[in-house]
């Protein structure tokens, strides 16, 4: 009776123990740098906008 | 026989001719994917001279994302944040380019975008499914030398992937003139994917943790008591050791 009791409680407790690190533990994150030159912080004129379109993504 | 090796001749010929024409044809006309990019003057990367003296910001800026990738649905809320700082590292050395190869180094008056100009950064984040806030389009002033950030407060209800895109502009006001321009910096596209745990959802888990543990300590308090009580022993043990002088030899 003993031992099944200690067994129980061991499995109650870890099965505890790992909802609250799943439900508690931080969420990864991710950073993203992009260097951003002041030539494309200038104003736009008309000739800027033939520039690469893919040049943002 | 004569006859038939010459209408024989005429009619390779024929198809020779035929062939020779549709190749011509085929070379002659232009691909439609490529014919623009023929006609298109090539783009220049060294900015002309109008180019170089147009009022610019005079510092490199570094826009840094932060978001995550991975969140649990349900009523956390979680955090992302953009931020345009100024790199102190990143210097702009003027340069002028001529003809033939000479380049003189020589200061080039940039005219400074922040003495002429009230510029506005605008950002806004775009997806689909997920409860952002705030939602559409916020500003914030840029001052020279100053970094400036946004902060979005992201909730998902439902797991799934969910894509969208958080965008950066510059807006410019001529002080002088009150004209208006806008220029796209960003456009990042981010993922974030929305996870629970086999189908139960994130404040159900919790509340399952914390009182499983409770249940759990519970029923195993016995066993801690006696191992408590064990551990209490030894120590007490070990510290009556230590207390005893040391025997005679």
Redesign the interface.
């Given at each position: 009776m003993?031992k099944i009791?200690?067994v129980?409680?061991?499995i109650?407790?870890s099965?505890?123990?790992?909802?609250?690190v799943?439900?508690?533990f931080p969420?990864?994150?991710?950073?993203?740098?992009?260097?951003?030159?002041?030539?494309?912080?200038?104003?736009?004129?008309p000739?800027?906008l033939?520039?690469?379109p893919g040049r943002?993504? | 026989m004569n006859r038939r090796s010459a209408l024989l001749s005429a009619f390779i010929a024929l198809c020779g001719l035929f062939l020779f024409a549709c190749t011509i044809g085929s070379s002659e006309s232009p691909a439609p994917t490529s014919a623009p990019v023929a006609t298109e003057p090539p783009i220049s990367q060294t900015p002309g001279p109008e180019e170089a003296l147009r009022p610019a910001i005079p510092e490199t800026r570094r826009l840094i994302l932060e978001y995550p990738p991975r969140v649990r649905a349900g009523n956390e809320s979680n955090l992302i944040s953009l931020t345009l700082d100024v790199d102190n590292l990143g210097k702009i050395t003027p340069t002028a380019h001529f003809p033939g190869n000479i380049t003189e180094g020589g200061v080039i008056e940039i005219p400074n975008l922040y003495e002429t100009h009230n510029v506005t950064a605008e950002a806004q984040f775009d997806i689909a499914g997920l409860e952002v806030k705030p939602g559409g389009v916020t500003f914030q002033p840029l001052r020279q030398g100053e970094a400036i950030t946004f902060y979005w407060s992201l909730r998902a209800q439902e797991i799934g992937t969910y894509r969208g895109t958080i965008w950066l502009y510059l807006n410019f006001e001529d002080r002088s003139s009150g004209e208006k321009s806008r220029v796209a910096v960003s456009a990042q596209i981010v993922e974030i994917e929305a996870v629970d745990f086999f189908g139960f959802s994130t404040n159900f888990v919790r509340t399952s943790g914390v009182v499983g543990s409770v249940l759990g300590l519970i029923v195993g308090f016995p066993f801690f008591d006696d191992g408590v009580k064990y551990l209490w022993g030894r120590l007490a043990r070990r510290k009556r050791k230590t207390g005893r002088p040391p025997r005679k030899m």
């Amino acid at each position: 009776m003993r031992k099944i009791r200690l067994v129980i409680a061991v499995i109650i407790l870890s099965a505890s123990i790992a909802l609250l690190v799943w439900g508690f533990f931080p969420n990864p994150r991710e950073t993203r740098i992009q260097n951003i030159s002041p030539k494309e912080m200038q104003i736009p004129t008309p000739s800027s906008l033939h520039s690469d379109p893919g040049r943002l993504l | 026989m004569n006859r038939r090796s010459a209408l024989l001749s005429a009619f390779i010929a024929l198809c020779g001719l035929f062939l020779f024409a549709c190749t011509i044809g085929s070379s002659e006309s232009p691909a439609p994917t490529s014919a623009p990019v023929a006609t298109e003057p090539p783009i220049s990367q060294t900015p002309g001279p109008e180019e170089a003296l147009r009022p610019a910001i005079p510092e490199t800026r570094r826009l840094i994302l932060e978001y995550p990738p991975r969140v649990r649905a349900g009523n956390e809320s979680n955090l992302i944040s953009l931020t345009l700082d100024v790199d102190n590292l990143g210097k702009i050395t003027p340069t002028a380019h001529f003809p033939g190869n000479i380049t003189e180094g020589g200061v080039i008056e940039i005219p400074n975008l922040y003495e002429t100009h009230n510029v506005t950064a605008e950002a806004q984040f775009d997806i689909a499914g997920l409860e952002v806030k705030p939602g559409g389009v916020t500003f914030q002033p840029l001052r020279q030398g100053e970094a400036i950030t946004f902060y979005w407060s992201l909730r998902a209800q439902e797991i799934g992937t969910y894509r969208g895109t958080i965008w950066l502009y510059l807006n410019f006001e001529d002080r002088s003139s009150g004209e208006k321009s806008r220029v796209a910096v960003s456009a990042q596209i981010v993922e974030i994917e929305a996870v629970d745990f086999f189908g139960f959802s994130t404040n159900f888990v919790r509340t399952s943790g914390v009182v499983g543990s409770v249940l759990g300590l519970i029923v195993g308090f016995p066993f801690f008591d006696d191992g408590v009580k064990y551990l209490w022993g030894r120590l007490a043990r070990r510290k009556r050791k230590t207390g005893r002088p040391p025997r005679k030899m």
